[in-house]
């Protein structure tokens, strides 16, 4: 229900533009995001968007990296800019049917993104993306 495209290998401060076929439900799609795995690294949230548009990003990708959701063609993406090796990873793309709720301090509420993996229930197979220097 999510498959990635677009990965390769690229020069330091290369660009590369990855692409998910998202065949979800989009009535019950609360938000998308890409992650990345590096090795010996665990899962870590890039960039995120919610269905009314929300974005988050991780600080490491501020500024060089941007997510797209177009609804009307079914895919999300991510534009990478000034690429370096230490974005070298396999680079997911998943998705959350339902609500998510934080709780903090006692206080719940729902989220319109997340970077958390927990999040996600739905995950493509990846693609891999290798920066060289």
């Known amino acids: 229900q999510l498959v990635e495209s677009g990965g390769g290998s690229v020069q330091a401060g290369g660009s590369l533009r990855l692409s998910c076929r998202v065949s979800?439900?989009?009535?019950?799609?609360?938000?998308m995001a890409w992650f990345r795995q590096a090795p010996d690294k665990e899962r870590e949230g890039v960039a995120s968007i919610g269905k009314d548009g929300d974005t988050a990003y991780a600080e490491s990708v501020k500024g060089r990296f941007t997510i797209a959701l177009d609804n009307a063609k079914n895919t999300l993406d991510l534009q990478m800019n000034s690429l370096t090796p230490e974005d070298t990873g396999v680079y997911y793309c998943?998705?959350?049917?339902?609500?998510?709720?934080?709780?903090?301090?006692?206080?719940?509420?729902?989220?319109?993104?997340?970077?958390?993996?927990?999040?996600?229930?739905?995950w493509g197979q990846g693609t891999q993306v290798t920066v060289s220097t």
């Open positions: 979800l439900d989009t009535y019950d799609r609360a938000f």
């Open positions: 998943a998705g959350r049917l339902g609500k998510a709720t934080h709780c903090s301090g006692g206080k719940c509420s729902t989220v319109p993104t997340s970077l958390r993996v927990d999040d996600y229930n739905y």
